[in-house]
Nanobody, 119 residues
Framework: QVHVEESGGGSVEPGGSLRLSCKAT????????MSWFRQTTGMERKFVAG???????VYTDPVKGRFSISQDNGKKTVSLQMTTLKPEDSAVYYC?????????????WGQGTQVTVSS
């Protein structure tokens, strides 16, 4: 089964920046589609950033112009550069990996990493 390892996150003041990284391991010859979600206490997990079928980037409206997602398909990693952070960006951020085209196909979530934006 594919494993997902997240890193980054932490606490920052409003207007600051953070970078999250995610790596899919044990994926063999799977193609892995990776994206970022976030969740606050008592709320559903929501999409933040990912890629469309053509490899173009997709963002939820509240983060457009501030967040940037990038990927290295060869290394099966994805990063989320977050700038001009706002208190409402505070959440647990999750990496989602969807493995396709292989025997281990399926969806795997990371353990989550906390992002706190506060003065």
């Amino acid at each position: 089964q594919v494993h997902v390892e997240e890193s980054g996150g932490g606490s920052v003041e409003p207007g600051g920046s953070l970078r999250l990284s995610c790596k899919a391991t044990n994926s063999g010859d799977c193609r892995v589609n990776m994206s970022w979600f976030r969740q606050t206490t008592g709320m559903e997990r929501k999409f933040v950033a990912g890629f469309d079928g053509s490899g173009g980037t997709v963002y939820t409206d509240p983060v457009k112009g501030r967040f940037s997602i990038s990927q290295d398909n060869g290394k099966k990693t994805v990063s989320l550069q977050m700038t001009t952070l706002k208190p409402e960006d505070s959440a647990v951020y999750y990496c989602k990996a969807v493995a396709v085209g292989c025997a281990s196909r399926g969806t795997t979530w990371g353990q989550g990493t906390q992002v706190t934006v506060s003065s």
